[in-house]
């Protein structure tokens, strides 16, 4: 950059730098400013987890939001960052969803089906989060199947499925996630997560979705 008699001249930005350099070394003891955490980004699925799925429940049945869904994701939206990571078609899902959020309020993105990977030895789908432009750090997966996390075990909160035909029986694994406390419980473990800079210790501690899915596998 050309100064008036026509010497090179320093761009203002080496300029500033410059000067914050001998700012910061005039100040070395004062402490670094903290920075602000990303938004928590939670993922649903939305076949038993949003809704009751089950044998009683026909392709073409438009299905219920499951008890409380709506204050559910109304409070949560206040607080995180929502989408929906699904395993069905993208017809079925938005016929659901637009049912209560037609305009992507509550749950602002969707991933489908054709966005989901198979998995060799399973006939479930993976939800692979790297199509989400999200730190893997500050992002977690709602699902009620341990394959869906299978490319990020870590990243996940396994729920037991909510059930057309047996929505009021209790998972014996997971009593605390019974049909009618899922979602304050859910609610609960997504606030003590939110204060953490990387969810994964603790996702992986609560819930060892790797040695789920490993019996999964031995036992299928």
């Not at 204050?71 to 929906?84: E, G, K, N, S």
Request: hydrophobic content about 45%.
């Amino acid at each position: 950059m050309l100064g008036r008699a026509g010497t090179l001249r320093q761009p203002c930005f080496l300029l500033a730098r410059r000067r914050l350099s001998r700012a910061q070394l005039s100040h070395a003891d004062t402490p670094p400013i903290a920075l602000a955490r990303e938004r928590l980004l939670v993922a649903f699925e939305v076949d038993c987890v949003l809704h009751a799925g089950g044998p009683s429940l026909s392709d073409d049945a438009l299905p219920q939001p499951r008890p409380g869904l709506v204050p559910f994701l109304t409070a949560a939206a206040l607080q995180f960052d929502l989408m929906v990571f699904t395993q069905a078609s993208a017809e079925r899902a938005d016929a659901f969803l637009d049912s209560f959020d037609p305009n992507r309020l509550l749950l602002r993105h969707r991933l489908y089906k054709q966005h989901c990977w198979s998995v060799p030895g399973s006939a479930g789908l993976a939800k692979n989060l790297i199509l989400i432009n999200r730190s893997p750090a500050r992002l977690v997966l709602v699902d009620h199947q341990p394959v869906a996390f299978f490319h990020h075990f870590d990243n996940g909160i396994l729920v037991p499925p909510y059930l057309a035909d047996d929505a009021d029986e209790a998972d014996a694994a997971h009593e605390e996630y019974h049909a009618s406390q899922l979602l304050p419980a859910l609610f609960g473990l997504l606030d003590k997560l939110d204060v953490e800079d990387d969810v994964r210790p603790t996702l992986a501690r609560l819930f060892s979705l790797r040695e789920r899915f490993a019996s999964e596998l031995t036992n299928g």
